[in-house]
């Protein structure tokens, strides 16, 4: 089956936008690889620009917008209605300075779409990521990027070479708690479903629309009727926390001093800290290095262990020619969902009577599924190079309207598989493949089935 970016010609814009306190070394390997995926631009907010000076020692491209956030910056700064501290002073919290930064970026950035990251944080993406972006309808406000947490082979990387060279990084998945209860054991050191920065992700959101409450991960705009934080799969953001010894050493330091102020840490980091600077206390550095290796290094049988068992992926990041992931949509009958061309509507088709020709299988993209953000889904399928968004006419029929929105679906989960509805009525599939929104209770036929598959 061809993906369905295949053969697309259209391409969006977007820009990155961050905020950093690190050395230059860092800076500039997150500079020159996002600079390399085909970045528009790159807004960065030196947090402590007396460090050192940006002009000697940062990579130099039009495409990199640096601001220097010093005592004159917050005094001037442009004053946000949806941020809750006073004009013209410089926020406590990190997360606060953040928030201000990524809107000063929302402000002025004429991408389509921006994003925001951290600066030990490096984007991934299997296709030009314009590419993969543009597969979004209009109505998706928000593109949520899963993230990957580093770890390394055999030994403490020595440089920030080292750090962002590695090739392991771990997946955080729901299921796989108990499994990393198991690795990492001591109780004391509480892991986060498996020493995970965040476990959320970061979303790409669209610069056209006004942002009611801003995020590190999940920003809320102040239109009610957009998609918010659809899951692309075939992007993922590669999270460096624990970077070397010494930055993970001064990193404990600092916010056991409240150095850095990070007002959001979660309850377990919080604890896992304190317990570390308990133990630091007691016993110095060579505490700080053995934790280090228990929650970021294993040996290459224990990583080729926990590859098999799809706890660790194993990717190279300066290759982007893995394979993508497509999914297949099955009805209670076997059968798959595909765009018939000539009768103009979905129907279910036994594979064996596929024909590209004829058909477009279809496709369905989700939405985060937490509090607070309304689960939804929307369909869509490959034409002639162009994504095509799936409505619902009068007769709950599924069709092709030639329209750059999506019509967004509601939800709902059962047993592994899930429905589709709207305005209270489900997708009911029969078994001559008639497929169409006229059931008001959900059975068997009103479920379906998702196939993911490299393509």
């Given at each position: 089956m061809k993906n369905i970016l295949d053969n697309i010609s259209m391409?969006?814009?977007?820009?990155?936008?961050?905020?950093?306190?690190?050395?230059?070394?860092?800076?500039?390997?997150?500079?020159?690889?996002?600079?390399?995926?085909?970045?528009?631009?790159?807004?960065?907010?030196?947090?402590?620009?007396?460090?050192?000076?940006?002009?000697?020692?940062?990579?130099?491209?039009?495409?990199?917008?640096?601001?220097?956030?010093d005592k004159e910056f917050w005094e001037q700064r442009e004053h946000f209605e949806c941020l809750r501290y006073s004009r013209g002073e410089r926020p406590h919290l990190v997360e606060y300075r953040q928030y201000h930064n990524m809107l000063h970026a929302h402000s002025i950035c004429d991408s389509e779409w921006l994003l925001m990251m951290d600066i030990d944080e490096l984007l991934y993406s299997k296709l030009k990521v314009s590419k993969i972006l543009n597969k979004y309808p209009n109505n998706i406000f928000s593109v949520l990027i899963k993230p990957l947490e580093v770890v390394y082979c055999d030994k403490i990387p020595k440089n920030f070479k080292e750090v962002f060279s590695t090739k392991y990084f771990k997946e955080y998945k729901l299921k796989n708690i108990e499994e990393w209860d198991k690795i990492y054991y001591?109780?004391?050191?509480?892991?986060?479903?498996?020493?995970?920065?965040?476990?959320?992700?970061?979303?790409?959101?669209?610069?056209?629309?006004?942002?009611?409450?801003?995020?590190?991960?999940?920003?809320?705009?102040?239109?009610?009727?957009?998609?918010?934080?659809?899951?692309?799969?075939?992007?993922?953001?590669?999270?460096?926390?624990?970077?070397?010894?010494?930055?993970?050493?001064?990193?404990?330091?600092?916010?056991?001093?409240k150095t850095f102020n990070v007002g959001f840490l979660d309850k377990a980091s919080i604890e896992r800290t304190k317990n570390i600077i308990?133990?630091?206390?007691?016993?110095?550095?060579?505490?700080?290095?053995?934790?280090?290796?228990?929650?970021?290094?294993?040996?290459?049988?224990?990583?080729?262990?926990?590859?098999?068992?799809?706890?660790?992926?194993?990717?190279d990041i300066s290759n982007s020619s893995y394979p993508l992931i497509c999914n297949c949509i099955y009805t209670h009958h076997s059968q798959i969902l595909a765009f018939d061309f000539e009768k103009e509507i979905v129907l279910g088709i036994n594979e064996k009577?596929?024909?590209?020709?004829?058909?477009?299988?279809?496709?369905?993209?989700?939405?985060?599924?937490?509090?607070?953000?309304?689960?939804?889904?929307?369909?869509?399928?490959?034409?002639?190079?162009?994504?095509?968004?799936?409505?619902?006419?009068?007769?709950?029929?599924?069709?092709?309207?030639?329209?750059?929105?999506?019509?967004?679906?509601?939800?709902?989960?059962?047993?592994?598989?899930?429905?589709?509805?709207?305005?209270?009525?489900?997708?009911?599939?029969?078994?001559?493949?008639?497929?169409?929104f006229i059931s008001e209770w959900q059975k068997d036929w009103e479920l379906f089935s998702l196939s993911n598959f490299e393509c």
């Open positions: 391409e969006v814009t977007w820009s990155i936008v961050v905020t950093a306190k690190a050395l230059p070394e860092n800076i500039n390997i997150f500079l020159d690889h996002h600079l390399g995926l085909g970045v528009d631009n790159i807004y960065l907010f030196l947090d402590s620009p007396d460090d050192f000076n940006p002009e000697n020692f940062l990579k130099k491209n039009d495409r990199v917008k640096i601001f220097k956030c001591k109780p004391e050191i509480k892991h986060k479903s498996g020493f995970f920065g965040h476990i959320t992700g970061k979303t790409f959101f669209r610069t056209g629309f006004p942002i009611k409450a801003p995020s590190c991960h999940l920003s809320k705009p102040y239109e009610n009727d957009l998609g918010l934080a659809f899951i692309d799969e075939n992007m993922y953001v590669m999270h460096f926390e624990s970077q070397t010894f010494e930055q993970f050493s001064q990193k404990i330091k600092n916010r056991a001093n308990e133990n630091y206390n007691n016993s110095g550095d060579q505490y700080l290095n053995e934790i280090y290796y228990y929650m970021n290094v294993f040996s290459k049988e224990k990583i080729d262990e926990l590859i098999e068992k799809k706890l660790v992926l194993k990717i009577d596929f024909d590209e020709l004829k058909h477009s299988k279809i496709s369905i993209s989700f939405s985060i599924i937490k509090k607070d953000f309304p689960q939804n889904a929307f369909l869509y399928f490959n034409k002639d190079g162009q994504v095509k968004y799936l409505y619902v006419n009068r007769d709950g029929y599924l069709i092709d309207i030639n329209k750059k929105k999506s019509q967004l679906l509601d939800v709902k989960y059962k047993d592994h598989r899930f429905s589709l509805s709207l305005n209270n009525k489900f997708l009911s599939a029969r078994k001559n493949g008639s497929l169409n």
